[in-house]
């Protein structure tokens, strides 16, 4: 639930405050404060509180502050002056707090958190809309049924950090986007970020669906990137060990993440054994599907297949897939998370860790790290070591990763010194690994490991650790 601070005062704030109860759905909560009585509703819902006092007391206001972690600031006040003052006083306390203000004054905010909307060119634009052979706003345009929307992506969501061709869009598209009031040129290698103005266009009903999830902060993955995880088993080159461990760790995360449904494929079948075990375990739970390839078309083929049968939104793999580096790298192009499966039991992992490398990469996963710690209830360790004193400052970062937890409302552990990233690692037990995936983690390498610093190099190489691999854009975002 997100907590909204709205201060309302002036000749608009009565009918504001019946618009905002009216809109009320029970998702937020709000901090009212107001001025005179005349604008409190007759029935006051649960999730709403009110404070009566004057926005401008620079330590009231601050106590309303402090109580709560707001996700953002409404305001419509009677003055140039007041809005000015209660802008700075927010400022002061709150660096990034994003605020919405309703200006009749002609106010310059010099602030990318501050969206000021126009009272004056709002009204007139309703008056022009009425007039013959003017174009219209986008409500107005089409079947009138909402089929384009608008969608601001809050800090924290799920899409935030994600370039758009990751993100699955059936019966809906993005085509285009508003950035720092800006509308920018997209393309599939574009990354939106925190605050972006997205336009979609698609069917209203499941537009909605994703002005939902784009609105949320947690429980969500493996959307964007699809609703079901996969588990590709070929029974040629397993072991009857690495089968079971394999079947158990993909029902535990089929519990635990929000998927739709858990698709395991076996190709290439070997004993009556192993296909018996695999049926018995998975007969009974109505979220998993088994499909089996007798006709052994391979690899490629099965995952490109599947990939547009299934909507997949995660691939789980067994050590011994990542033997032909070649063959896997493919699945890269299909621009999800893949879950390496390691050697310790995924049920015993107790917490998240994140090596930390370098920011681009590590910035656009953000997001996927809470989501995917909330919902297998780990907590998360955050790596920031230096071993060979390298003079990149992570401190933004870092402070990046501090407001994330605070969205998410978990705890979360910084190790900041100079010891060997990957020797530190080592010696955690029950870890669940997040990196970005990227393409050279699929190139040959040297034997000798010494002639590489790259943590995330040298940590997919390792097999002990269940590592989740999640797609990121490896291009420079330049927009």
Same mark, same amino acid.
């Given at each position: 639930?997100?907590? &909204?601070? +709205?201060?309302?005062?002036?000749?608009?704030?009565?009918?504001?405050?019946?618009?905002?109860?009216?809109?009320?759905?029970?998702?937020?909560?709000?901090?009212?404060?107001?001025?005179?009585?005349?604008? *409190?509703?007759?029935? $006051?819902?649960?999730?709403?509180?009110?404070?009566?006092?004057?926005?401008?007391?620079?330590?009231?206001?601050?106590?309303?502050?402090?109580?709560?972690?707001?996700?953002?600031?409404?305001?419509?006040?009677?003055? $140039?002056?007041?809005?000015?003052?209660?802008?700075?006083?927010?400022?002061?306390?709150?660096?990034?707090?994003?605020?919405?203000?309703?200006?009749?004054?002609?106010?310059?905010?010099? /602030?990318?958190?501050?969206?000021?909307?126009?009272?004056?060119?709002?009204?007139?634009?309703?008056?022009?809309?009425?007039?013959?052979?003017?174009?219209?706003?986008? #409500?107005?345009?089409?079947?009138?049924?909402?089929?384009?929307?608008?969608?601001?992506?809050?800090?924290?969501?799920?899409?935030?950090? !994600?370039?758009?061709?990751?993100?699955?869009?059936?019966?809906? $598209?993005?085509?285009?986007?508003?950035?720092?009031? %800006?509308?920018?040129?997209?393309?599939?290698?574009?990354?939106?970020?925190?605050?972006?103005?997205?336009?979609?266009?698609?069917?209203?009903?499941?537009?909605?669906?994703?002005?939902?999830?784009?609105?949320?902060? #947690?429980?969500?993955?493996?959307?964007?990137?699809?609703?079901?995880?996969?588990?590709?088993?070929?029974?040629?080159?397993?072991?009857?060990?690495?089968?079971?461990?394999? &079947?158990?760790?993909?029902?535990?995360?089929?519990?635990?993440?929000?998927?739709?449904?858990?698709?395991?494929?076996?190709? !290439?079948?070997?004993?009556?054994?192993?296909?018996?075990?695999? $049926? /018995?375990?998975?007969?009974?739970?109505?979220?998993?599907? *088994?499909?089996?390839?007798?006709?052994?078309?391979? @690899?490629?083929?099965?995952? %490109?297949? /599947? @990939?547009?049968?299934?909507?997949?939104?995660?691939?789980?793999?067994?050590?011994?897939?990542?033997?032909?580096?070649?063959?896997?790298?493919?699945?890269?192009?299909?621009?999800?998370?893949?879950?390496?499966?390691?050697?310790?039991?995924?049920?015993?992992?107790?917490?998240?860790?994140?090596?930390?490398?370098?920011?681009?990469?590590?910035? #656009?996963?953000?997001?996927?790290?809470? =989501?995917?710690?909330?919902?297998?209830?780990?907590?998360?360790?955050?790596? =920031? *070591?230096?071993?060979?004193?390298?003079?990149? =400052?992570?401190?933004?970062?870092?402070?990046?990763?501090?407001?994330?937890? %605070?969205?998410?409302?978990?705890?979360?552990? &910084?190790?900041?010194?100079?010891?060997?990233?990957? !020797?530190?690692?080592?010696?955690?037990?029950?870890?669940? #690994?997040?990196?970005?995936?990227?393409?050279?983690?699929?190139?040959? !390498?040297?034997?000798?490991?010494?002639?590489?610093?790259?943590?995330? *190099?040298?940590?997919?190489?390792?097999?002990?650790?269940?590592?989740?691999? +999640?797609?990121?854009?490896?291009? /420079?975002?330049?927009?």
């Amino acid at each position: 639930m997100k907590k &909204i601070l +709205i201060i309302l005062d002036g000749i608009v704030a009565k009918r504001l405050m019946e618009r905002i109860v009216e809109a009320n759905t029970g998702e937020n909560s709000y901090d009212i404060i107001y001025l005179n009585d005349v604008i *409190l509703p007759v029935q $006051k819902p649960s999730n709403f509180t009110f404070y009566k006092f004057d926005p401008t007391s620079k330590s009231k206001l601050a106590m309303v502050l402090d109580k709560n972690i707001h996700t953002e600031v409404l305001m419509a006040l009677n003055t $140039k002056d007041e809005m000015l003052n209660v802008i700075k006083n927010i400022r002061e306390h709150k660096k990034n707090l994003q605020m919405n203000i309703l200006d009749y004054w002609g106010i310059k905010v010099d /602030d990318e958190h501050v969206n000021v909307y126009k009272g004056i060119e709002v009204l007139a634009n309703g008056m022009v809309e009425k007039l013959p052979n003017v174009p219209v706003v986008a #409500q107005n345009i089409g079947l009138k049924q909402g089929e384009i929307m608008e969608i601001r992506v809050p800090f924290g969501s799920s899409y935030a950090y !994600r370039y758009i061709g990751s993100i699955e869009q059936k019966e809906w $598209k993005i085509f285009g986007l508003y950035r720092n009031q %800006k509308m920018v040129n997209i393309k599939p290698s574009f990354v939106i970020k925190p605050n972006d103005i997205i336009l979609v266009i698609g069917n209203p009903k499941v537009l909605m669906q994703v002005y939902n999830a784009i609105g949320k902060t #947690q429980g969500q993955f493996p959307m964007p990137f699809g609703h079901n995880l996969y588990l590709h088993l070929d029974l040629y080159l397993e072991t009857f060990d690495s089968v079971k461990k394999a &079947i158990q760790e993909a029902k535990f995360l089929n519990q635990r993440l929000k998927n739709n449904q858990l698709i395991v494929k076996v190709t !290439r079948p070997t004993t009556v054994d192993i296909m018996t075990y695999i $049926k /018995d375990e998975l007969r009974h739970h109505p979220s998993i599907k *088994l499909v089996i390839d007798y006709a052994n078309i391979g @690899f490629k083929k099965n995952i %490109k297949e /599947d @990939f547009r049968k299934f909507d997949i939104g995660m691939i789980m793999l067994t050590q011994v897939m990542f033997k032909d580096k070649k063959r896997i790298s493919r699945v890269i192009n299909m621009k999800v998370p893949i879950f390496k499966i390691g050697l310790e039991n995924l049920k015993s992992v107790k917490q998240t860790i994140v090596v930390l490398n370098d920011t681009n990469s590590y910035e #656009q996963i953000s997001p996927m790290i809470f =989501d995917v710690s909330s919902q297998i209830k780990t907590k998360i360790k955050i790596f =920031d *070591l230096d071993p060979i004193g390298s003079v990149k =400052d992570k401190s933004e970062l870092l402070g990046h990763f501090e407001n994330l937890a %605070k969205i998410f409302n978990e705890k979360l552990e &910084i190790v900041s010194n100079g010891a060997n990233p990957i !020797r530190a690692v080592a010696k955690e037990e029950n870890l669940l #690994q997040i990196m970005p995936l990227k393409k050279d983690m699929f190139e040959d !390498r040297y034997s000798f490991k010494f002639l590489y610093t790259n943590s995330d *190099l040298l940590s997919f190489d390792k097999n002990k650790n269940n590592q989740l691999l +999640i797609p990121i854009s490896e291009e /420079d975002d330049k927009e």
